[in-house]
T-cell receptor, first 110, second 114 residues
């Protein structure tokens, strides 16, 4: 059974600080997606990474896919209150099944 | 461009009642999905469809039914509501097989069974 473990579960930091959240598995994924979900809304796709070692940047957000395609990280530089939300990673396995991690709940304090 | 639209936004059901959660997408996506999200438990796949007329069970299908008569619509039916079905339900669609390059989600239906 493929599992995606996200850490930390919760993170509360001051505005302006940097942070990194992680998505780890013992299984290999053909691609990995990151979503942000705000209260009362559905998840919104931020990025998809498909190549081992790939790094993608979305303004202050940097996403990295591990070389072995088993893990990923999301780094936020100079966090803003608008970054508050639930961050979900989702991996596509060899059988094309998509599995979701349980998420990291991020709270940026003003 | 509306994307994925879900109705209703909120609903309270009594045990044993039935209801249909509506989902429609205007992106001409072949692939559609129903998930439920419980606190601290992530998203669990209920049912999915790879095209009109084709549906299949996901991880947690018991107590639910779906149909896919058109590309646009993918309703989820609860026949005999139980408290265990209290959850937030999300419909999603994608243009690639099993959403390997990302899903578009609706804004969800919050269902409470009392």
């Amino acid at each position: 059974t493929q599992l995606l473990k996200q850490s930390p579960q919760f993170l509360s930091i001051q505005e302006g600080e940097n942070l990194t959240v992680y998505c780890n598995s013992s299984s290999v994924f053909s691609s990995l997606q990151w979503y942000r979900q705000e209260p009362g809304e559905g998840p919104v796709l931020l990025v998809t990474v498909v190549t081992g070692g790939e790094v993608k940047k979305l303004k202050r957000l940097t996403f990295q896919f591990g070389d072995a395609r088993k893990d990923s990280s999301l780094h936020i530089t100079a966090a803003q209150t608008g970054d508050t939300g639930l961050y979900l990673c989702a991996g596509a396995g060899g059988d094309d099944k998509i599995i979701f991690g349980k998420g990291t709940r991020l709270h940026i304090l003003p | 461009n509306a994307g994925v639209t879900q109705t209703p936004k909120f609903r309270i059901l009594k045990i044993g009642q039935s209801m249909t959660l509506q989902c429609t997408q205007d992106m001409n996506h072949n692939y559609m999905y129903w998930y439920r999200q419980d606190p601290g438990m992530g998203l669990k796949l209920i049912y999915y469809s790879v095209g009109a007329g084709i549906t299949d069970k996901g991880e947690v299908p018991n107590g639910y039914n779906v149909s896919r008569s058109t590309t646009e619509d993918f309703p989820l039916r609860l026949e005999l509501a139980a408290p265990s079905q209290t959850s937030v339900y999300f419909c999603a669609s994608s243009n690639t097989i099993r959403g390997n390059y990302g899903y578009t989600f609706g804004s969800g239906t919050r269902l409470t069974v009392v």
